[in-house]
Each structure stands twice: as C-alpha cells, then as structure tokens.
C-alpha cells in the first residue's frame, strides 16, 4: 500500500501469513488492518470457522472503508444470522439489494428468513425473484417446492420438485419429497414410484423407507410395509416409531405376540410412550389379556383422558373382563 514503511509492510506480510493459517485472531493482534480486502478475506475465513462474532466485526469494519461492498453487505447478514441476530441480517441483505437488486444470496437469504419465521407468502415472493434472475437454481425450487406443500398447495409444488429432478435427476430428497405430496394427494401409486426412485438412488434413507411402509400399511400390503420398517430399524436401531409401525403391522397380520415384543422394546426406553402403550394394550387384549390392557389404557389416559381411540379400547376391555 503507498506509504507504507518498510516495518509496516513487514507486519501485514505476518497478518497475511497468520490469515491464511487460519489464524484470525493473532493477524488482528500483528497490525491495525485497514486494507479492506484483507479484511474481507479474513471474514470469509472467520465465517468458514464459525466465528460469527469474529466475522461480523470484521464485515462492518470493511463496510467503514467500503459501504456500497454488496459482498460485505451479504457476508454481514450471512454472520448475524449465525448470531441468531436476523433482524438487522435482513436490514443488510436489505442493504445489499438496494445496491444489486439482482443478487441471488440476499434473496436466498431474506427467504430462508421468511421461511424461519413462517411466512411462507414472502419467502415464496423471495424465491420467485431468485429464479427470475437464475431460473435453474436447484435450491431456490427445492424451497419453493418445500414452501407451497406447507401451505397445503400440493399440486403447486410438484412442479417444483419435476424441474429439481430435470437439473438433478439424482436429487435423492426430491424423490422424496415428490413422493410424500403424491402421498398427501392420494395418489399412493405415484408416490410410491417416487419413494423407489430415491431409494434407488440412497438405499440408507431412512425417511423413505418409513413413509414408503406407512404408504403400504394404508394399502394393507402389510407384509411389504413390515419389511419397510424392518429397514428402518436395520438403520436406526432406536427409532420408536419404526417399532411402533412394526408392532402395528405385525398386530395386523394376527402375530400379537411379536407385536408386542415390538412395543416392549419401545416401553424399556421409554415406560410413558403413549403410542407404544397403547399398541401393547391392543396387542395384550387380542391376545385376551384384557387386565393388563387395561393397565395399559390407564397408563395413557392419565397423560392423555380425552384421547377417543384408548377410552373405546378400554370401554372394550372393561366389558370383556365383565367389569361396568
């Protein structure tokens, strides 16, 4: 830099050495930096650490040499949202589009905000405005997509998800998320073909797996949907909800006791599991041990009296054991 001495020249070569160590800290403490490229960068480092307060000091310090820096504008919103600071994040992106209205990561961000914040219709405007400016960004359709089923505007965002898969064919979570709208639109066919196609792409994903045996279960292809959620837990051993769905389904295909086998291991994890509870009712009473449904039924009315599946099973088993 001009004017510079020659002991000055020799200390911003040691910041610089310590910057690219990763060493934010110390190049601060070599010399009073003033170069804003050199302090960007170090907030680019500081933002890859995760030092957020760190990188946000040293955004605002380029912002005193440079305020229409729309990058640091940015990278200042990007650190306040990791500060958990996101009103004035939005008022730099705010900031930064007031300079460059065409910058896809202001919008991204402002719509990840909205999103956060369940505002769905802004961050769905947020969105729009990123694929007017790059109509082939994956996220901002995958968002989009993920925003619309929210608002319950399934047959909206299918399309979404078609041109994830266009631009991406191996997007295992559009797969997925294709198949669980297919779903929500009884279109169990669809979303099963869907569910296939990302697990052929992940054959360890587990959502698939679990969301592919509900589907089947609802079709009453209870042998498939058991094998279903057998992966699941192959996966996530301790997943009680895959336990449970295989503890239902078993109690479907009449094998009661390995049904409860199932809701046991769930009540040895956890002994105030409602829907393990009242599993191992139904299973207890169609084995005819209505006493100990019972037990079972009580367990769960005590945290939950107005739940109507658990009273008729226990109005059920009352009668069956003769009481009134």
Known sequence: MKGMTMSDRKRNRKAKKLLYEGKIHEA????????????FSMGIVALHAEDDEMAEALFSRVLTYEPDNVEAWVCRGEALIGLERSEEAMKCCDEALKRDPSHDEAWFMKGEHFYEVKNYREAITCYDHILNIDPCLVEAWFHKGEVLAILGKYKEAIPCYETVLTIEPDNVDAWYNKGSIWAELRRSGKAAACFHEALKRDPRHVSTW??????????RKHERALLCFEEVIKITPDDSDAW????????????????????DHVLRKNPHHSEALCGKGSSLGSLGRHREALTCFDEVLKRDPRNFIVRTNRKLALRLIGKK
């Open 244 to 263: 449970c769905r295989k503890g239902e389904v078993l109690g479907m295909l009449r094998r009661n006791d390995e049904a409860l086998r199932c809701f």
């Open 28 to 39: 601060l403490d070599v010399v009073n930096i003033t170069d804003p490229d050199l302090l």
């Open 210 to 219: 679990y969301n592919l045996g509900v589907l089947l279960m609802n079709r």
